[in-house]
């Protein structure tokens, strides 16, 4: 029993989710989840975590082992007079071999580095910060084909709701000349016009149809639904002029002027020495005791431990190099932000005009629309009346129809036109 329930609750849900209306946003966020490239996101951290736990590393003790055999030409050696004293005594110094051999380990462990461990650590978290803002920006241009499909799947709803609305139209006058036809008021002809044109128009539907099925479909597949059939329309009555830029190419250049400063200071911490302690220890020959080694050559252990201050300079070297190529880095940055405003402004710019444009053409879209349908009512009056034929009622048809489509298109299009500002600013 629990076993059905759970499934009837299952099948419910995948129910309400396919007959629920999507909204613009929805559509957008969905999208977003369902785009493969959301998973770079989690590789880009991923990766940026074990680089940074390798660098982190270098805090742990470190062992480095060698092995080294060398031949010399001198030696250290006993002065002669020396020598011949302790002969005289029955000691004999041969001296240290000229053939020397050693087999190493070294541990160290460093105590203080100048900060320079973190502060590599903290350039590649800022390098992984200018691939997610990177990865970004080519999720955002995803928001365009997604409001592209979503307005042409309104605006075909729109002609698909439209057309029907002709047909019926053409239907009932059809009907009407029927009747006349009968009672001898009218041409057969005049009936075969309104069929022929009734025909054409639900050939017409279907066209739109079998185009509406394409984009939903191309949407559902965009948002990783089954079904993307019943589409909220947008309200015109949003702001039109964003106050704030939140586009992603702005983020970016601000990750690339973080990284900047953060391999700068970086370099600061390659000048400072590092101070460590250290334990080595070999095997071979000569040891520390030079003396034994001198009376007796053979190999032995041999240890020492200790501190260790090391100061490298060579940075030194392409430091003002180093230094005037993050200034390069920083202007190129800022000359890329310069320019996109420009470009973003100028979009901006466009967009405000064609909405202004479309609110000012859509005025006199209603007053038309209902001309127009005065006109047809008082046209199919005439043809009840036998004063006009059936051409000139299919040309008042077809111009109201053209005058609903053309006001759907205008309205639908001053909507993309507000949410693609939104794109253009960022705000959406």
């Not at 009907?175 to 006349?180: T, V």
């Not at 200790?306 to 030194?316: I, M, P, T």
Request: aromatic share 6%; charged share 25%; proline share 2%.
């Amino acid at each position: 029993m629990k076993t059905l329930l759970l499934m009837a609750m299952m099948l419910t849900g995948r129910a309400m989710s396919c007959c629920a209306q999507l909204t613009l946003e929805a559509c957008q966020q969905m999208a977003k989840q369902n785009y493969p490239l959301i998973k770079r996101y989690d590789l880009i951290r991923r990766s940026a975590a074990y680089n940074v736990s390798n660098i982190k590393k270098a805090w742990l003790p470190q062992v480095q082992a060698s092995a080294q055999a060398t031949v010399q030409n001198r030696t250290t050696q006993l002065p002669d007079k020396l020598s011949s004293i302790l002969a005289q005594s029955g000691q004999t110094y041969e001296g240290i071999g000229k053939e020397q051999y050693r087999l190493q380990v070294e541990i160290s462990q460093t105590l203080w580095d100048g900060g320079r461990i973190s502060r590599q650590a903290e350039v590649e978290k800022r390098k992984a910060e200018v691939e997610e803002a990177q990865t970004d920006i080519n999720l955002y241009a995803l928001r365009r084909r997604v409001s592209d499909l979503f307005f042409s799947q309104l605006l075909l709803d729109e002609r698909i709701r439209l057309n029907a609305q002709l047909q019926a139209m053409l239907q009932s006058n059809e009907e009407k000349l029927r009747a006349m036809l009968q009672r001898g008021v009218a041409m057969q002809s005049d009936v075969d016009r309104l069929r022929a044109e009734r025909l054409r128009a639900i050939q017409a539907g279907d066209e739109l149809t079998a185009a509406r099925h394409a984009v939903s479909r191309m949407l559902a597949l965009f948002c990783g639904v089954e079904q993307a059939d019943s589409l909220v329309k947008p309200s015109s009555e949003i702001d039109t002029d964003p106050k704030t830029n939140e586009r992603p190419e702005l983020q970016l250049i601000d990750c690339r002027l973080r990284l900047a400063d953060a391999q700068q200071q970086f370099l600061k911490s390659r000048l400072l020495p590092v101070l460590s302690i250290f334990a080595q220890g070999y095997y071979g020959r000569p040891g520390y005791n030079l003396f034994e080694d001198m009376q007796r050559r053979r190999l032995s252990f041999n240890a020492l431990a200790g501190a260790r201050l090391s100061w490298s300079l060579s940075s030194l070297y392409t430091r003002r190099n180093d230094l005037h190529q993050l200034g390069v880095q920083r202007e190129e940055a800022e000359n890329a932000r310069e320019l996109f405003l420009l470009n973003n402004q100028m979009e901006e710019a466009q967009q405000q005009a064609h909405i202004a444009g479309r609110r000012k053409v859509m005025q006199a879209d209603d007053e038309i629309v209902s001309l127009r349908q005065s006109i047809r009512r008082a046209t199919e009056a005439q043809l009840t009346h036998g004063t006009i034929d059936a051409d000139q009622l299919l040309q008042e048809i077809t111009k109201e129809n053209e005058a609903c489509i053309t006001r759907a298109v205008h309205e639908l299009e001053l909507l993309q036109s507000i949410y693609e500002l939104k794109i253009i600013k960022g705000a959406f």
